[in-house]
Each structure stands twice: as structure tokens, then as C-alpha cells.
């Protein structure tokens, strides 16, 4: 734990250069968001350890973020937050509080749980990126493979929504192939993503498609660039 602490602020306050993704602007907005939200995150636990808190003593990084609203902040950016959360770890010792804290978000707003992947599950934010980026790349050819299975269409459904909210767009591929079966993979991974999940049930699968695809052309830009 004190090896946590001692990175994080070093991170919260070194200026990150703007990463290419996305749109220069946009992206300026999503990582000020998150610069912002980590600044205020990293006083409020300066202050428990000033003050010598329950919190203080913790070993989990976990209970820094419970009921935190700046952690829920950097959450409700979605996938756009992905390459700034990304970068900033990969930019750090990849061993700090807010390395862990940053992975978690990322798996949360990805619907993923990379420590039941794989034999050893990561413990620094160094280690959580090097599972996120096999993840990402394997993707593409996993939604193909599960989609061209012979599982039966709910177990396809259930192996689709494991594979987290980066999967959509090449579902989103796979249904305007005709396999509309599979659409109900994507109600389940963007079901509570603002506008997105407010127009997804009950709906037509191939307009729905129509309508969204372009909103994940970012996202699937970022996953084939693994």
C-alpha cells in the first residue's frame, strides 16, 4: 500500500500529452475531466491520511473509490475515457494508487473482470494493461468465432456479453450479416449507457444498428489499433 501512495501524487499532477484517437478537442475534454476528478479523488484521500482515517489504513484500493463521485465522474465518461485512463498508466510507474484506480475504471465501464481471465489476476496497473491490450486485440476474432459457433443462441449471447462493451461494434457487424440473434448482447452491454440504452428496448434490431453504428466507429478505431 505504501508503495501506492507513493506514486500517486506524482501522477495526479503531471501534465499528459493529448493523445490522437479521438478528436483533439473532445479528447482535451475527456482528459481534463479526468485530470479534474483525479486532482479533487487525490486531496480527499490526502486528507484521510492527514487526519489518520479508517480509510487511511486500508490495503484495498477499493475502498478509496466506494461512494466516491469523482471516481463515478471519470466512469461516466464511457469508452472515451478508455485511451487518456489507458495512457496514464503506461505513462506511470504502472504501480500507483491511481494506476489501480484508473484500471478500475476501465473495467467497469468496459463490463469486464480481467482477474477471472487468465491464471494470474492483476494486482498494478502495469499488469491490468498488459491484459487489457491482449484483450482488446483478441477481440475481433473472438466475436467471430462465437458468432460462427455451434453454441446454441443464448450461450452465444452469454460468451458475446463477456467479452465487455469494446465487443459491440464488431457484434454490431456480425448482426448486419443477418445474425440477429445475436442482438440482445449488445441490449445487454449498452442497456444503461445514457441515450443508447434508453433507445434499445424494445426496438428493431436492424434499425437500431442502422441508427448507432457510427456512435462506435471511436471504439472499434480503438480496439483494431491493439
Not at 11 to 26: C, S
Not at 80 to 105: H, M, N, Q, R, T
Request: hydrophobic fraction near 35%; charge should be negative.
Amino acid at each position: 500500500m505504501k508503495k501506492l501512495i507513493l506514486g500517486m501524487f506524482a501522477l495526479v499532477f503531471t501534465a499528459t500529452a493529448l493523445f490522437t484517437l479521438y478528436p483533439k478537442n473532445a479528447e482535451a475534454s475527456v482528459e481534463k475531466q479526468i485530470d479534474d476528478n483525479t486532482t479533487l479523488l487525490a486531496r480527499q484521500i490526502e486528507n484521510e491520511g492527514s487526519n489518520k482515517t479508517k480509510l487511511s489504513l486500508s490495503s484495498n484500493p477499493y475502498d478509496y473509490i466506494k461512494d466516491s463521485e469523482e471516481y463515478e465522474n471519470i466512469v461516466n465518461l464511457g469508452y472515451k475515457a478508455f485511451p487518456v485512463l489507458e495512457k496514464k498508466i503506461d505513462e506511470s510507474e504502472g504501480s500507483g494508487l491511481f494506476d489501480y484506480i484508473y484500471a478500475a475504471a476501465i473495467e467497469e465501464i468496459a463490463k469486464v473482470n480481467l482477474k477471472e481471465d487468465g491464471p494470474t489476476p492483476w494486482d498494478t496497473g502495469e499488469k491490468f494493461s498488459e491484459k487489457w491490450k491482449v484483450k482488446l486485440e483478441s477481440i475481433p476474432r473472438d466475436v467471430e468465432k462465437i458468432a460462427s459457433s455451434e453454441q446454441s443462441d443464448d450461450d452465444k449471447i452469454r460468451s458475446l456479453t463477456k467479452l465487455g462493451l469494446p465487443a459491440v461494434p464488431f457484434i454490431i457487424d456480425q448482426v448486419e450479416t443477418g445474425k440477429t440473434e445475436l442482438f440482445p448482447a449488445i441490449q445487454n452491454l449498452v442497456s444503461d449507457s445514457g441515450d443508447l440504452g434508453k433507445s434499445i428496448s424494445p426496438v428493431d434490431s436492424a434499425q437500431w444498428t442502422k441508427e448507432n453504428k457510427a456512435k462506435f466507429d471511436d471504439l472499434k478505431k480503438y480496439v483494431l489499433e491493439k
